[in-house]
Each structure stands twice: as structure tokens, then as C-alpha cells.
T-cell receptor, first 116, second 111 residues
Framework: EAGVVQSPRYKIIEKKQPVAFWCNPI?????LYWYLQNLGQGPELLIR????????DSQLPKDRFSAERLKGVDSTLKIQPAELGDSAVYLC??????????????FGEGSRLTVL | KQEVTQIPAALSVPEGENLVLNCSFT??????LQWFRQDPGKGLTSLLL?????REQTSGRLNASLDKSSGRSTLYIAASQPGDSATYLC??????????FGQGTRLTINP
């Protein structure tokens, strides 16, 4: 069974440019998460989807970040315009239960963004 | 606000030693706790998940314990190997599937 797939793995852009990351969760997982991980830190939640609905986006900087999960499967995370401080690893994860008694989270390998 | 702390931030031990990684959290109202491993440049791999009603979970050479009342979890690694070198992260899950991570312990096993 395929795991969580993310692309691109690496992206280098200049500041003020847009960037987009794509995530394909494990088949059948209705919950999808985007996390931000700075160097030497644990991941921090940006947004959580239950199917197509964004149920927790309180940590998403909405002035420049946007996300979508149109058909309840794949998701994209966009930054426009990117700033130097956005350089980090963007991790996607999925899980199989949509209730508070959650199952395990499964992570992709991440998309490493460098903003110059 | 839930805060998760992992001590030590880095640990280096000789191959073959048993070791313990620590995780503490400030709010004991959690649903479960999950330990992850992260290799450099890679995503997170789930190691063990402990439900709030459980006290411990075991997988091979790994044993994780949970004491909700004291806000602590430990990850015990027996007979460490160089391949165990990685960063180990713990995360607590609270209501509405809110996962809060510690900053991780970077483990190095010296041959």
C-alpha cells in the first residue's frame, strides 16, 4: 500500500514568488493535515481537513497561505507571496478516523522550501 | 495551552546500551500519545501509539510508557544499534485531533 505522497520534495524560489505543494494521502484516509516544521523543531499544524472541509485552520497565515482539498482526496498548499521566513519543511499527514479518538497519523516525506 | 517538552535535546551513546527518552506534557487531558522517528531529510515514521487508557506499548526493542496523571511518557530502546540514530519526537493528541509535538531528541548511536 502506498504511503502519503508529497511533491515536490525540494523547492528553491526567490522571495515574493508563489509556490505550491501537493499531497496525496493514503487511500481511504479521510483526515488530512498540513504541518510546518522549522529546523530543529517539532511540526506545527497549519490546517486539518475532514474530507473536503477545513475543520481547523486557526494556525494558517491566511494573508499569504491557502489550501484546498476539492474532492476530499488530494490537497494543495499554496504560498503567495513567499517570504524568507517561510523556508521550512512542509509535511502532509493523513489518518483513518474522523473522530476525536483518532488513529495513528502517517506522514509523507515532506517538501523542503528554501526562499532566497 | 498544551506544551510538550522532550529531554534531552540530544543524546549520544555507545552501541548496545539501553536508553530512555523522555517526554512531558503540561495538560493531562489527552486522548493518546504517539512516538515518531525522523531521519534527516525525511518525514516522520510512527513508532508507537499509546491510547489514553493504556499504560504502555511495545514493538520489538521499543517500549513506550504513559503516565497521564504526571504528564509523562518515556520511550525505552533496548540494545541500541547504529541504525537507531535519528530524531525521536513525541506528540500528544487532544480533543478535535489536535496533535502537539515536542521538539524532539536527536539520538546518535556510536559503533
Amino acid at each position: 500500500e502506498a504511503g502519503v505522497v508529497q511533491s515536490p520534495r525540494y523547492k528553491i524560489i526567490e522571495k515574493k514568488q508563489p509556490v505550491a505543494f501537493w499531497c496525496n494521502p493514503i487511500s481511504g484516509h479521510n483526515t488530512l493535515y498540513w504541518y510546518l516544521q522549522n529546523l530543529g523543531q517539532g511540526p506545527e499544524l497549519l490546517i486539518r481537513y475532514e474530507n473536503e472541509e477545513a475543520v481547523d485552520d486557526s494556525q494558517l497565515p491566511k494573508d499569504r497561505f491557502s489550501a484546498e482539498r476539492l474532492k476530499g482526496v488530494d490537497s494543495t498548499l499554496k504560498i503567495q507571496p513567499a517570504e524568507l521566513g517561510d523556508s521550512a519543511v512542509y509535511l502532509c499527514a493523513s489518518s483513518s478516523r474522523g473522530t476525536w479518538n483518532t488513529g495513528e497519523l502517517f506522514f509523507g516525506e515532506g517538501s523542503r522550501l528554501t526562499v532566497l | 495551552k498544551q506544551e510538550v517538552t522532550q529531554i534531552p535535546a540530544a543524546l549520544s551513546v555507545p552501541e548496545g546500551e539501553n536508553l530512555v527518552l523522555n517526554c512531558s506534557f503540561t495538560d493531562s487531558a489527552i486522548y493518546n500519545l504517539q512516538w515518531f522517528r525522523q531521519d534527516p531529510g525525511k518525514g516522520l515514521t510512527s513508532l508507537l501509539l499509546i491510547q489514553s487508557s493504556q499504560r504502555e506499548q511495545t514493538s520489538g526493542r521499543l517500549n513506550a510508557s504513559l503516565d497521564k496523571s504526571s504528564g509523562r511518557s518515556t520511550l525505552y530502546i533496548a540494545a541500541s544499534q547504529p541504525g537507531d540514530s535519528a530524531t525521536y519526537l513525541c506528540a500528544v493528541i487532544q480533543g478535535a485531533q489536535k496533535l502537539v509535538f515536542g521538539q524532539g531528541t536527536r539520538l546518535t548511536i556510536n559503533p
